[in-house]
């Protein structure tokens, strides 16, 4: 990620929260929390084997559900 410089220099009439102000609105418009935020909770996209293995296992849990309820054993809801 480049990183960005936003400098704000204080008037020499103006005060201490009038240039905090003008500092976080130019943060605000140059998109840096939003870039941070964004990037906070990013999660990784799962390999393909490890989707299939899920995928696998998920089949094989409802065969044998089905097989369960058939012989009884398993009451539906």
Do not use: C, D
């Not at 929390?33 to 909770?41: H, Q, T």
């Not at 996209?45 to 094989?60: D, G, M």
């Amino acid at each position: 990620m480049a990183s960005t410089v936003i400098e704000v220099k204080k008037n020499p009439n103006e005060n201490n929260s009038s240039v905090l102000r003008r500092f976080s609105r130019r943060i605000q418009e140059s998109g840096i929390i939003r870039k941070v935020k964004g990037n906070r909770y990013n999660i990784r996209k799962e390999s393909k084997l490890k989707v299939k293995k899920s995928a696998l296992k998920r089949l094989a849990r409802r065969k044998e559900i089905e097989h369960l309820k058939k012989l009884g054993k398993m009451i539906t809801k």
